[in-house]
């Protein structure tokens, strides 16, 4: 089974909330460089780990893990909407390969995906449908959450699940790395946002407008040096680029929740979807990283970064 993979951050302040037009032109130029890794490879399907944010996952219903095998995108930001190409019976081969390993994911029929999902497809492959896909989401900022390793094992699953299938893939880690994005937090929500937290799936145009709008308001704040929100931390984005290209996966999932949260804000978790892309194509044997992108853009409220690797055996 060849493999390869493409680990990125994803923000929905792309194009609402740039950074200068020279940091900008940078990051476009990274991206066309992994558009061009995955056009070279030519995956016959695509698995991508990726969170959500209130849009599709609430409080009704939280899984660690899921995969879709019908998936929607909700069209936040502004962002295309409608269905993925999903491969549903690549997706129940995956989920029940992960279920026997041990590790609990969840399936859907009907998987709702916001741009966690939807950001990486586009750039990559410049729709929601050009490649077939297996959805995989993982709980990375509704508490409480399981350990980071948890998305090792889910990874592990993930790849050994593939081996078995005839098939070219591209994994795909969505998320991260340092950020604090104003993503509302159950223990401290007023009851108004916990009820949106728990049952706000389909919010009104207008409501979708506002939540968009403070959003954009708190990265223009973040950017001018104002606001509440933790710094971005780029030594420990380099510490997670650096142990997940060594392969040394403990260093980043040895950890605690509040390490993540004390070094990178709180939606660092965010970074289990990269643990869960790297871990699927470690289990294809050792791997090296063929590039490797960072900039902390605060314009986007997030340390970004975006690599891709391959097994070291060529497989790819
Ligand atoms: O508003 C949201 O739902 C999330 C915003 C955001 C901002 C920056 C980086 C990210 O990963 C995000 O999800
Ligand atoms: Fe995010």
């Known amino acids: 089974m060849p493999v390869a993979l493409c680990a990125t951050s994803h923000s929905p302040l792309i194009g609402l909330h740039d950074p200068a037009p020279e940091v900008r032109a940078e990051v476009d130029a990274e991206f066309?460089?992994?558009?061009?890794?995955?056009?070279?490879?030519?995956?016959?399907?695509?698995v991508i780990f990726a969170p959500d944010h209130y849009n599709g996952f609430l409080y009704d219903m939280m899984p660690s893990f899921c995969v879709g095998a019908a998936a929607?995108?909700?069209?936040?930001?502004?962002?295309?909407s409608g269905a993925l190409d999903v491969d549903r019976d690549a997706a129940y081969a995956v989920a029940e390969r992960v279920l026997a390993s041990g590790v609990d994911v969840a399936v859907s029929e009907d998987m709702?995906?916001?741009?966690?999902?939807v950001q990486p497809l586009t750039f990559l492959f410049g729709s929601l449908t050009a490649v077939p896909v297996v959805p995989v989401f993982i709980n990375c900022v509704a508490e409480p959450l399981g350990p980071a390793v948890r998305a090792r094992h889910l990874g592990t699953a993930v790849g050994e699940a593939l081996k078995e299938m005839d098939r070219r893939v591209l994994l795909i880690g969505s998320g991260g790395l340092s950020h604090d994005p104003p993503v509302p937090r159950l223990k401290e929500a007023t009851p108004e946002v916990a009820e949106r937290l728990t049952h706000g799936r389909d919010p009104s145009p207008e409501q979708r407008?506002?939540?968009?709008?403070?959003?954009?308001?708190?990265?223009?704040?973040?950017?001018?040096?104002?606001?509440?929100?933790r710094p971005l931390n780029p030594d420990w984005d380099a510490l997670v680029l650096r142990s997940l290209a060594a392969g040394d996966f403990a260093a980043v999932d040895g950890r605690s929740n509040e390490w993540f949260v004390a070094e990178g804000g709180h939606s660092a978790p965010e970074v289990r979807t990269w643990i869960a892309a790297y871990a699927a194509l470690a289990a294809a044997g050792p791997y090296t990283v063929r590039s490797s992108y960072y900039r902390a853009i605060p314009e986007w409220l997030a340390g970004f970064a975006t690599t891709t690797a391959v097994p070291l055996d060529g497989a790819a």
């Open 112 to 117: 709702r995906v916001d741009h966690g999902f």
């Open 72 to 80: 929607t995108s909700v069209g936040d930001y502004g962002l295309p």
């Open 209 to 229: 407008a506002q939540r968009e709008g403070r959003t954009v308001k708190a990265a223009s704040e973040f950017a001018h040096g104002g606001g509440a929100l």
């Open 32 to 46: 066309a460089a992994a558009r061009a890794f995955a056009e070279d490879f030519a995956p016959d399907l695509a």
